[in-house]
């Protein structure tokens, strides 16, 4: 008997580990795509406890109460032979945590493997506690505290990544804290480079390759690569990526929270500050509009003293920034009064054409492959820091035509003898319709239109995501929607409209859209995706 029991008590013990590694893992990802924030992660777990508690801990615990009853009442040792029997059976039948692939996988970065260590350090002192008290016990009594001791490392999983998060905040504080001394040193041994700061609640990232594009013409300039926009981007890109032949960096500033952009300026202040645009993205996490725009404010608050400034005053909030500035204000706009304007938009197979006016009241005609009306604010940005720079508007122009949309940004692609829209890295109220009415343009086939909606816009998420798809009713010819309760207010809004509802197809994840596209889709059709969240949002 006693050997029979010690069989099934490796078993349990191998299975118990091979689940506790598994959960670990998923909320260390997790944990990671909310970006290392205690906060966030929290609330992640607050609104999903059904990956906290799963049934395999129920039974676990049912099997805890059937051996507690058994040592009890000193019932005979082959209950014991039951419930270890059963132990690795519950933990070999739960469902497993991620039914797809994950968009983007866990990645083992030091940062992370210091995290992983901790974590699994944490995890095993349950285990470690419950396997000391069973050895004092002795058989079969000490059964129970051993697989007490299991179970809650098991349950405890999300709990020990949050633990280990916060006992890692000093270290990684201090980590932080000498990669930004490094890129102060490395900024201030070169008075000669001039850093160009872009935020905004969108274009960021169109605006600074469009910026880097156009200024290369005369200069050697690095734009830092995809979105890196936090602390640590700015200091990965300034510590391993300029180079001494560098004249220009072109750096995009993202927000979170108030108090974001003076931590980045504090690293790099920008000797030009190029604001695009203020909205309701990160709504959820800066609280109101007023918050967002004081926030993306202090670029022009806190850029070096005599600081060049270009702003968007198509955007109200935006415009009131030209008082805080201290140097040069650029002012571009499709609707307002300003220097650097467009006029006689022109759309067409091969792109987009219009007429730049320039400070001078000089013209010249721009054409480019970026689609939607925001692109051309965001060339005007461009065309007001080239101007700044001394360019003249045909060099501009000749740049300008160069350069490719950024990808999954309204990137234009064939699959085939399908189209592809690919805007699956940003959305937000005003992008999100800019890409909508685009994809109605299109009259080579049916329209349809992938989302998941929009995130992150706090009390007016679910307004927005029902005005979007009122919007896509217009312009749409089969809506999927990714996520029955995410999309939830999308179909309102499409169904208010008098969209047919046999033309609405709800999934759970990306890869069945792609399943129901497969069955659908015929050559011609052109074919939006409009966002794409991260695994967190999964309702697969």
Same mark, same amino acid.
């Given at each position: 008997?006693?050997?029979?029991?010690?069989?099934?008590?490796?078993?349990?013990?191998?299975?118990?580990?091979?689940?506790?590694?598994?959960?670990?893992?998923?909320?260390?990802?997790?944990?990671?795509?909310?970006?290392?924030?205690?906060?966030?992660? =929290?609330?992640?777990?607050?609104?999903?406890?059904?990956?906290v508690?799963?049934?395999?801990?129920?039974?676990?615990?049912?099997?805890?109460?059937?051996?507690?009853?058994a040592?009890?009442?000193?019932?005979?040792?082959?209950?014991?032979?039951?419930?270890?029997?059963?132990?690795?059976?519950?933990?070999?039948?739960?469902?497993?945590?991620?039914?797809?692939?994950?968009?983007?996988?866990?990645?083992?970065?030091?940062?992370?493997?210091?995290?992983?260590?901790?974590?699994?350090?944490?995890?095993?002192?349950?285990?470690?506690?419950?396997?000391?008290?069973?050895?004092?016990?002795?058989?079969?009594?000490?059964?129970?505290?051993?697989?007490?001791?299991?179970?809650?490392?098991?349950?405890?999983?999300?709990?020990?990544?949050?633990?280990?998060?916060?006992?890692?905040?000093?270290?990684?504080?201090?980590?932080?804290?000498g990669?930004?001394?490094q890129?102060?040193?490395?900024? !201030?041994?070169?008075?000669?480079?001039?850093?160009?700061?872009?935020?905004?609640?969108?274009?960021?990232?169109?605006?600074?390759f469009?910026?880097?594009?156009i200024?290369?013409?005369?200069?050697?300039?690095?734009?830092?690569?995809?979105?890196?926009?936090?602390?640590?981007?700015?200091?990965?890109?300034?510590?391993?990526?300029?180079?001494?032949?560098?004249?220009?960096?072109?750096?995009?500033?993202?927000?979170?929270?108030?108090?974001?952009?003076?931590?980045?300026?504090?690293?790099?202040?920008?000797?030009?500050?190029?604001?695009?645009?203020?909205?309701?993205?990160?709504?959820?996490?800066?609280?109101?509009?007023?918050?967002?725009?004081?926030?993306?404010?202090?670029?022009?608050?806190?850029?070096?003293?005599?600081?060049?400034?270009?702003?968007?005053?198509?955007?109200?909030?935006?415009?009131?920034?030209?008082?805080? !500035?201290?140097?040069?204000?650029?002012?571009?706009?499709?609707?307002?009064? !300003?220097?650097?304007?467009?006029?006689?938009?022109?759309?067409?197979?091969?792109g987009?054409?219009?007429?730049?006016r320039?400070?001078?009241?000089?013209?010249?005609?721009?054409?480019?492959?970026?689609?939607?009306?925001?692109?051309?604010?965001?060339?005007?940005?461009?065309?007001?820091?080239?101007?700044?720079?001394?360019?003249?508007?045909?060099?501009?122009?000749?740049?300008?035509?160069?350069?490719?949309?950024?990808?999954?940004?309204?990137?234009?692609?064939? #699959?085939?003898?399908?189209?592809?829209?690919?805007?699956?890295?940003?959305?937000?109220?005003?992008?999100?319709?800019n890409?909508?009415?685009?994809?109605?343009?299109?009259?080579?086939?049916?329209?349809?239109?992938?989302?998941?909606?929009?995130?992150?816009?706090?009390?007016?998420?679910?307004?927005?995501?029902?005005?979007?798809?009122?919007?896509? !009713?217009?312009?749409?010819?089969?809506?999927?929607?990714?996520?029955?309760?995410?999309?939830?207010?999308?179909?309102? =809004?499409l169904?208010?409209?008098?969209?047919?509802?046999?033309?609405?197809r709800?999934?759970?994840?990306?890869?069945?859209?792609?399943?129901?596209?497969?069955?659908?889709?015929?050559?011609?059709?052109?074919?939006?995706? #409009?966002?794409?969240?991260?695994?967190?949002?999964?309702?697969?």
């Amino acid at each position: 008997m006693s050997i029979a029991l010690t069989g099934l008590a490796l078993l349990a013990t191998a299975f118990a580990g091979w689940r506790a590694w598994r959960r670990l893992r998923y909320f260390l990802h997790l944990f990671q795509l909310e970006g290392y924030k205690p906060r966030e992660y =929290g609330g992640w777990i607050g609104t999903h406890r059904h990956v906290v508690l799963r049934r395999s801990h129920l039974a676990g615990l049912a099997l805890l109460a059937l051996g507690a009853a058994a040592t009890a009442f000193r019932w005979p040792a082959w209950i014991w032979l039951l419930v270890m029997a059963g132990w690795p059976v519950a933990f070999a039948s739960s469902r497993l945590y991620r039914s797809t692939q994950p968009k983007k996988p866990l990645a083992y970065t030091a940062r992370m493997k210091r995290l992983l260590t901790t974590a699994v350090i944490l995890t095993a002192v349950p285990a470690a506690v419950g396997a000391m008290l069973g050895l004092e016990r002795g058989a079969p009594s000490g059964w129970l505290p051993y697989l007490a001791g299991l179970w809650l490392a098991d349950l405890g999983a999300p709990l020990w990544v949050l633990l280990a998060g916060y006992l890692m905040r000093p270290v990684e504080a201090r980590i932080q804290a000498g990669f930004k001394r490094q890129a102060r040193r490395t900024l !201030a041994r070169r008075p000669d480079l001039t850093v160009i700061g872009i935020t905004g609640s969108y274009g960021k990232t169109s605006t600074k390759f469009i910026i880097a594009e156009i200024l290369r013409q005369r200069y050697s300039v690095l734009a830092s690569p995809g979105s890196y926009n936090t602390p640590m981007g700015l200091c990965l890109v300034i510590n391993t990526m300029l180079k001494p032949e560098h004249q220009i960096l072109v750096l995009e500033y993202g927000i979170r929270y108030r108090g974001d952009i003076q931590e980045l300026t504090a690293i790099a202040a920008p000797d030009v500050a190029v604001v695009t645009t203020v909205g309701v993205a990160h709504l959820e996490t800066m609280g109101s509009i007023e918050n967002i725009a004081l926030e993306k404010g202090d670029l022009v608050r806190y850029a070096r003293p005599g600081a060049t400034v270009v702003l968007n005053v198509d955007n109200p909030h935006v415009a009131a920034m030209a008082g805080e !500035a201290t140097g040069r204000v650029w002012r571009v706009a499709l609707e307002a009064e !300003a220097d650097i304007t467009a006029r006689d938009i022109r759309y067409g197979p091969d792109g987009t054409s219009f007429l730049v006016r320039d400070d001078t009241g000089t013209e010249h005609r721009f054409t480019t492959r970026l689609l939607g009306r925001h692109n051309i604010l965001n060339i005007l940005l461009g065309v007001a820091v080239g101007r700044a720079f001394g360019l003249r508007l045909r060099q501009i122009a000749y740049a300008v035509a160069r350069v490719q949309p950024v990808e999954h940004r309204l990137q234009l692609r064939r #699959e085939g003898a399908i189209t592809i829209i690919d805007d699956a890295f940003n959305s937000n109220p005003v992008g999100a319709r800019n890409a909508v009415e685009i994809l109605g343009h299109f009259d080579t086939g049916r329209r349809v239109i992938v989302t998941p909606g929009m995130v992150e816009l706090g009390a007016r998420q679910a307004e927005e995501n029902r005005i979007l798809g009122t919007h896509i !009713a217009c312009h749409a010819d089969l809506a999927v929607l990714v996520g029955p309760e995410q999309t939830r207010p999308i179909r309102e =809004g499409l169904i208010e409209a008098g969209f047919p509802e046999d033309r609405i197809r709800t999934v759970g994840s990306l890869f069945e859209a792609q399943e129901v596209l497969q069955t659908y889709l015929r050559p011609g059709d052109v074919v939006l995706y #409009e966002n794409d969240l991260p695994d967190q949002y999964d309702e697969s």
